[in-house]
């Protein structure tokens, strides 16, 4: 029987569990995957001090985001075909984000619908909204998170138009997937899986097919959403949602600081420094890279979050001491829900949670909030340019 001591572990049974067009759609970028592949080799990049003769008594990684309490300054990240990982992947992945005591978020994009998340879990979710060009679409699924109590809105920016991500074309990337020779051999290799699927009705975008004019099977979804992604997206659209919203609202997508105050000006509650997982533009900064010049310049005005490359604990501590006040993690959660599911993603959260507490001890901390860059090595972390 595997032991299983970190994410890599996970990220390895997934690769086994998962078929290769599903696991290729969450662990890969755009193009050279070069963006991707610098979210994590840029945070390993930052060493840490250690300190002893410390009392590392009573200690807590507890901290809020949005002003919702958390155990430790991490949310789940909305992630498309997250049901495509393992059957029912989002309600299982939701269970145990609540019971773990941390927000989940749930993607426009997901297998699972809003409705299905609210039916199966008591805490109040997060829904992550695409902007499509069917306004009245859009106004419904805002009214539709707001119906399931959603405790707030995470409005993705830098999806006007779909990266190319080589990996998804080449595989015929669809859901459910197509049967081809290929892809059922691949799925024959992966007997839990498919009865996973087997047992579920689950196996198609539920916030879409139903609850758009026209669109009932998948070969409808797939021309509609071709057509679907507005490219002309802007503040002003912003302002309108936050107004049809009426609630917490988190902008996803921002990598500039003059984004960045117009995410202040914007009147939201938060902004996730994100490059979308290196799924968009390839050749991005980091998402760790591109956070203390954002932090610099409006972090006493918004509240700084990231996602991109926090593969443990020890990221997230680093984000933290570099001013994030929240972190997002993605491909973490998804290895774990595709290895064992609602075990699994438990496993990686139990996994950060004891990497972030160790981590803080060692750096001479028990209590998050007393945590900053003092406890990085000068010279490793990148900082805010001189004004």
């Not at 309490?69 to 909305?78: C, Y």
């Not at 839990?192 to 669109?215: A, E, P, Y």
């Not at 075990?343 to 803080?360: F, N, Q, S, Y």
């Amino acid at each position: 029987m595997t032991v299983i001591t970190n994410i890599e572990d996970l990220r390895r049974l997934a690769q086994k569990r998962v078929p290769r067009m599903f696991y290729d759609y969450a662990d890969s970028g755009s193009w050279t995957e070069g963006t991707y592949r610098a979210n994590e080799s840029d945070f390993a990049r930052i060493k840490l001090r250690q300190r002893v003769a410390v009392n590392m008594e009573n200690r807590s990684t507890a901290t809020t985001m949005v002003g919702v309490p958390v155990k430790m300054p991490v949310a789940i990240a909305p992630t498309g075909l997250t049901g495509m990982q393992h059957a029912d992947g989002e309600i299982l992945a939701a269970r145990a984000a609540e019971a773990f005591g941390i927000p989940f978020t749930l993607s426009t994009m997901s297998i699972c619908s809003i409705e299905d998340i609210a039916a199966h879990t008591k805490a109040p979710f997060w829904f992550q909204l695409y902007v499509m060009k069917d306004r009245a679409f859009i106004e419904r699924l805002i009214d539709r998170a707001k119906a399931a109590n959603c405790g707030a809105l995470v409005l993705t920016l830098d999806l006007q138009i779909l990266g190319q991500r080589h990996k998804d074309l080449k595989n015929g990337l669809s859901a459910p997937p197509k049967l081809t020779v290929a892809n059922l051999l691949n799925m024959a290799t992966k007997p839990r899986w498919c009865l996973g699927m087997l047992g579920t009705k689950r196996r198609q975008f539920g916030n879409i097919v139903g609850h758009v004019s026209g669109v009932g099977d998948m070969g409808s979804l797939a021309s509609w959403t071709a057509d679907q992604f507005d490219p002309g997206l802007n503040w002003g659209d912003v302002e309108w949602i936050k107004k049809r919203w009426g609630g917490k609202l988190i902008l996803k997508g921002i990598q500039d600081v003059e984004d960045a105050r117009l995410a202040v000006q914007s009147g939201a509650d938060a902004l996730i420094v994100s490059n979308h997982g290196g799924r968009q533009l390839d050749g991005a900064q980091s998402s760790i890279e591109a956070l203390p010049a954002i932090v610099a310049e409006v972090g006493s005005k918004i509240e700084v979050h990231m996602d991109g490359g926090v593969r443990s604990g020890q990221d997230v501590l680093k984000a933290w001491a570099l001013g994030a006040r929240g972190t997002y993690i993605g491909r973490a959660f998804l290895y774990g829900l595709g290895a064992m599911g609602q075990p699994g993603v438990t496993k990686a959260l139990e996994i950060i949670h004891r990497e972030l507490d160790l981590t803080m001890a060692f750096c001479g901390h028990t209590r998050i909030g007393t945590v900053d860059r003092g406890i990085l090595l000068p010279g490793t972390f990148p900082t805010a340019p001189a004004a």
